[in-house]
């Protein structure tokens, strides 16, 4: 799947929504049995969440937001496919969510591209689940100091961290991700299905227990105006940039 939403493949209503739509074809599929995950666009995987999808809008567009978030995520964490994630660009927050859900992460060895969930730098907070799945990864300690300080971690730091599985020169990625994708699938898919769910139903299940709740938190926390101008303030800095 080729995320393909110039300029910077931010995750839109829209775009979460094609998404899931495309997933669930996938997972449907009796003939797919594993899915790896890239970008179209130059230099970014994902940018995150669209910040205009939470910013200036109504609390039932922002449940509606939310709710999509929360359904790609249970998708592709609960996925019985293989997931690998081909990492060509940077990919803060909700873009390195993706690819901390998938099973594996390759990533482009360029130092000019970054991962991380840099929340915290945007005076918002990285909910329950993105830390849960965080720490699934690289553990307590690393998850704790790194989400505190909204890092954003070079490519070669990421993989020292273990936030990446590997590292590759971009020429090499669709190669190493297919080989990696043979790796997986030489399992027997019960096997390896039922070991996956045993490792992330505990995860799932929380949210899932939880879900209207963490609804209206993001919703009542979003709509603060503290937050709604910390966010707009944010973009103003992006486009500043620019100039
Ligand atoms: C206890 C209480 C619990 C409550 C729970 C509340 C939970 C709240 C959690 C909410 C979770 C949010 C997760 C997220 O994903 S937030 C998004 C974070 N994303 C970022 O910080 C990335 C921002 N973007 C960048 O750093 C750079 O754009 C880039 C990705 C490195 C690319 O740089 P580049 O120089 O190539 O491109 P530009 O910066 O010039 O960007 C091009 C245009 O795209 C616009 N843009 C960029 N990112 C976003 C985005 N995420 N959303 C919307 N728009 C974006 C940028 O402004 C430029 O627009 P312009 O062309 O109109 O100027």
């Known amino acids: 799947m080729k995320f393909k939403s110039p300029p910077v493949n931010s995750l839109s209503l829209d775009f979460i929504t094609e998404f899931c739509i495309g997933l669930e074809k996938l997972e449907n599929n009796r003939e797919c049995r594993g899915v790896i995950f890239t970008s179209a666009v130059p230099n970014i995987f994902s940018s995150g969440l669209d910040i205009t999808e939470m910013c200036g809008k109504s609390m039932e567009h922002y449940a509606e937001f939310w709710r999509a978030v929360q359904e790609m995520w249970l998708r592709l964490y609960g996925s019985n496919m293989v997931t690998v994630a081909a990492v060509n660009g940077s990919s803060p927050a909700g873009g390195c969510l993706i690819a901390l859900t998938c099973d594996y992460r390759i990533m482009v060895e360029n130092p000019k591209f970054v991962i991380g969930l840099n929340e915290a730098q945007l005076g918002i907070v990285a909910p329950f689940w993105f830390k849960d799945t965080f720490v699934n990864t690289v553990g307590h300690r690393v998850a704790e100091r790194s989400l505190q300080l909204g890092s954003l971690h070079s490519a070669s730091e990421a993989h020292r961290l273990g936030l ?52 209206q938190n993001f919703v009542n926390f979003i709509s603060k105006e503290s937050i709604q101008k910390s966010l707009r303030m944010y973009m103003e800095m992006l486009k500043k940039k620019k100039r």
């Open 164 to 215: 990446v599985d590997e590292l590759v020169p971009e020429v090499k990625l669709q190669e190493k991700a297919a080989a990696v994708m043979a790796q997986w699938l030489a399992l027997p898919d019960h096997a390896r299905q039922l070991t996956k769910s045993m490792m992330r139903k505990a995860v799932l299940d929380r949210l899932v227990a939880h879900r209207e709740e963490d609804v």
